[in-house]
């Protein structure tokens, strides 16, 4: 697929088309209706309405890796959230108001292409954390130079320790969490390329306490910490995305809602999450790769939305997100959205007791889980 160019509306821009990408195992399928159904057949990603250069990206990578662009676009869009953080919110109406939070899962085998996957969606938000990290290093260098020179000659006031501007996370306790959104407020990006070692760790320190808290930081909710010994620790919004990979069989497992773990379906950690389960494609060697264009389009992206800031009250350093509100075509899509999400949801719980039930019992019927439109902010 040759990049074309939209002259009118991004000048000397390459612009793929993503539309004309279709994964070589996925046939073209029509619009369902809005009648409930109960049958989870796979529904191709609609990377069409993601917005400008992502969609474009994300048609590029899945082409040149070779897999479903559902698997590129779910953690990007999680990423996206997490880079836009506190910084805006959309005002759904009058007394709700919604942040940009996703959790996203992509359900697929081993060797289906999930690492590489996982790293392109990573891509612009890891550009970012390493230009933190490099600006970071050389402001702590000359930190450590003025503290050598205030212990020796204790002529000017103690400098202070630079704070790292933290994008992402890794493997971390729930305490090492909120001390990171102590200092960057902003929100973070939890990632793992395997989500399984995430959900398998909310009991390893305190048999699972960790868990209430993970399902507050999906609502922004605050934080209060108070710890033996320690100052009270307080954030106003602990914002905190989720995004990783995990394979069908431990999925299962661990988000059932049956057997021992049902707690995970029972105290909606499951319903929390937007899932894909794409059809597996075979594995082959492919030419293609993701121009150089299109991957600083990408990284441009992120560098824009990080530096997005929300209102800063000078005096309490209290910060206000910048509302967004509706237009017209919009809030009549996610009207619609939510009245045929409501349908369905209760045709799940009268037929199955809920989706993951079904997924567990019928595995091949659980083929995937993609909005079919992206019309508005979360629901929780």
């Not at 260098?141 to 933290?166: I, S």
């Not at 409501?342 to 009268?350: D, K, S, V």
Request: glycine residues 6%.
């Amino acid at each position: 697929m040759k990049p074309t160019y939209d002259t009118d509306e991004h000048p000397e821009q390459p612009t793929a088309n993503p539309r004309e990408y279709t994964p070589p195992s996925i046939a073209q399928e029509e619009d369902d209706d809005d009648a409930p159904s109960l049958q989870l057949e796979y529904q191709k990603p609609p990377i069409e309405r993601l917005p400008y250069p992502v969609a474009d990206y994300v048609a590029k990578s899945a082409e040149a890796i070779g897999c479903d662009p559902s698997m590129v676009a779910l953690p990007t869009l999680a990423a996206i959230a997490a880079a836009i953080g506190d910084s805006r919110a959309v005002e759904v109406k009058p007394g709700w108001i919604e942040f940009s939070i996703l959790w996203t899962l992509v359900i697929a085998p081993s060797g289906a292409h999930k690492t590489p996957a996982m790293k392109a969606a990573m891509d612009g938000i890891d550009d970012e954390q390493r230009k933190s990290f490099e600006r970071w290093n050389k402001a702590d260098t000359q930190y450590q130079e003025a503290l050598a020179r205030y212990t020796e000659k204790k002529e000017v006031p103690p400098p202070q320790p630079p704070q790292l501007e933290t994008y992402w996370i890794g493997d971390a306790t729930i305490e090492a969490v909120q001390d990171r959104l102590a200092t960057n407020p902003r929100g973070l990006l939890q990632k793992r390329d395997e989500l399984s070692g995430w959900l398998g760790s909310f009991d390893r320190y305190n048999n699972g306490n960790e868990l209430p808290q993970w399902l507050e930081f999906h609502s922004g909710n605050a934080v209060r910490t108070d710890r033996k010994g320690a100052k009270p620790l307080y954030v106003p919004r602990g914002l905190v995305s989720v995004t990783g990979t995990i394979q069908q069989p431990v999925l299962q497992k661990q988000l059932s809602g049956t057997g021992d773990d049902a707690e995970n379906y029972n105290n909606g950690l499951a319903a929390r999450f937007l899932m894909a389960m794409p059809t597996e494609q075979l594995r082959c060697w492919r030419e293609e790769t993701v121009p150089p264009q299109f991957r600083k389009l990408f990284r441009d992206l992120f560098a824009s939305l990080l530096a997005l800031r929300p209102n800063i009250d000078q005096e309490t350093g209290r910060r206000e997100p910048i509302l967004l509100t509706w237009v017209a075509p919009a809030k009549e899509m996610f009207i619609a959205f939510v009245n045929k999400n409501g349908r369905e949801m209760r045709a799940f719980r009268l037929a199955s007791d809920g989706f993951m039930r079904l997924g567990a019992g019928r595995p091949r019927a659980n083929r995937g889980i993609w909005p079919s439109k992206f019309a508005g902010p979360r629901i929780s």
